[in-house]
């Protein structure tokens, strides 16, 4: 079989570490693309010892030529579109951009396909985010949509363009409807990290408390090594289409919080309701979680919890990491980093 060559988009982000992990283990060249910046991003690719074998290019979703020279000059079988303005609280602040990237990007890149190779096989990186308010649970691939931010319409607008153009061009276009994927090598901005970092500054005395929004969401939380096996599956599928990949469980903020605590040896009780909820550790009487509004959206997704039926009977994918793993294994990272400096571990 002739090397598979997959470009990445996004490549200092957290999926794409564990992708580029994955695909460079079953042979193939990796070529990485990230937006210009004036400082290096890449720690981690150095965590899970890739960086050494991704060629770098610079590709930014704003700009068509740049996306039609950089495929044109690397030539790849694969892409992996996982680059996005990825974090819905800023997406109700920056709609614009946030459509110019996860949107109008993703047509930059399916006409570039078009253009230069229409054999190339694509993967967008859709979202249980779509699903919004949700019209039925589980949600699925029939589920209809309803999505409740501008990141969540965004991301709607694309997955329609990789549908329609997989239907009017013939290209192998492939949408993974992913539900919430985390890892100690997610962004310190979404609250799983946000918790964990704060808890192990809290374990060693840098901060008394963090406060978080809204404790009730229920989220669906997967481990992202396990869903970019999923990725990799749908790409080399016969017949692109569209995916859900899903744990099928749902915890909620307060839960994910109550486990965190635990593993970092916090015994905690809650009182209060609401904006007065808070947390508080039994053995010092301190407060270590209370709730600031700041931290609520403006419309919120209360409930995601995904079926990855298809998945399994198509792809033969199913999650490995269950929710007790994965939050033990971000605490237990977390600990493990701020053991070792003075300064609050901010990413
Ligand atoms: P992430 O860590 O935020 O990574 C996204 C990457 O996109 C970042 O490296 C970012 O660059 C890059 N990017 C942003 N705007 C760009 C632009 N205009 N041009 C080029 N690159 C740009 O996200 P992730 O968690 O790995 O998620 C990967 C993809 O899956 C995203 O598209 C996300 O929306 C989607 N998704 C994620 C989940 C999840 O739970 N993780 C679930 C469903 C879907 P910088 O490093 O410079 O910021
Ligand atoms: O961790 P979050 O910011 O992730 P969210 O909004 O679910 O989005 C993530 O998953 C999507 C898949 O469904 C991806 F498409 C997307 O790119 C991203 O990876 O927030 C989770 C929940 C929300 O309900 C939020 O309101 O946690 C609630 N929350 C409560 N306190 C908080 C906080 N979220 C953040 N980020 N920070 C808080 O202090």
């Known amino acids: 079989m002739t090397t598979q060559r997959a470009l990445i988009t996004g490549i200092f982000g957290q999926d794409a570490a564990y992708l580029a992990r994955h695909l460079i283990d079953q042979g193939y060249e990796i070529i990485g693309t990230h937006r210009r910046t004036s400082t290096n991003n890449s720690w981690r690719l150095r965590e899970l010892d890739v960086e050494r074998h991704i060629r770098f290019e610079e590709l930014e979703l704003l700009e068509q030529s740049n996306i039609i020279h950089t495929l044109k000059e690397t030539r790849p079988t694969e892409i992996y579109n996982l680059a996005a303005q990825s974090f819905v609280g800023s997406s109700f602040n920056q709609p614009i951009f946030t459509g110019e990237a996860n949107a109008l990007g993703v047509t930059r890149i ?20 779509m699903f919004g308010l949700v019209q039925e649970t589980p949600q699925k691939e029939t589920t209809a949509f309803y999505p409740r931010s501008p990141y969540g319409i965004s991301k709607l607008y694309a997955h329609w363009m990789t549908k329609n153009y997989r239907e009017a061009y013939g290209l192998h276009a492939t949408s993974g409807i992913l539900f919430n994927h985390e890892s100690p090598l997610r962004g310190t901005e979404f609250v799983t990290r946000k918790i964990t970092t704060h808890f192990a500054a809290i374990k060693f005395g840098l901060i008394d408390h963090v406060e978080l929004g809204n404790l009730n969401a229920c989220r669906d939380w997967g481990h992202a090594r396990d869903y970019v ?21 749902t915890h909620t903020i307060e839960d ?92």
């Open 256 to 347: 994910f919080a109550n486990l965190a605590a635990s593993v970092a040896g916090f015994k905690i009780e809650w009182e209060g309701e609401a904006e007065d909820r808070k947390a508080y550790n039994r053995e010092t009487g301190k407060c270590i979680i209370k709730v600031n509004p700041r931290f609520y959206r403006p419309t919120e997704v209360d409930l995601l919890m995904g079926d990855a039926g298809k998945a399994k009977d198509v792809l033969g994918w199913a999650p490995r990491t269950n929710f007790e793993n994965l939050v033990e294994e971000m605490m237990a990272a977390d600990l493990d980093r701020q053991s070792r400096t003075d300064r609050f571990v901010s990413n």
């Open 110 to 129: 399916l006409e570039a396909i078009r253009v230069v190779d229409p054999e190339i096989r694509f993967y967008q990186a859709s979202t249980s985010e």
């Open 229 to 249: 096996e999923g990725m990799h599956a749908m790409v080399r599928h016969d017949e692109a289409d569209d995916f859900v990949l899903a744990s099928g469980q």
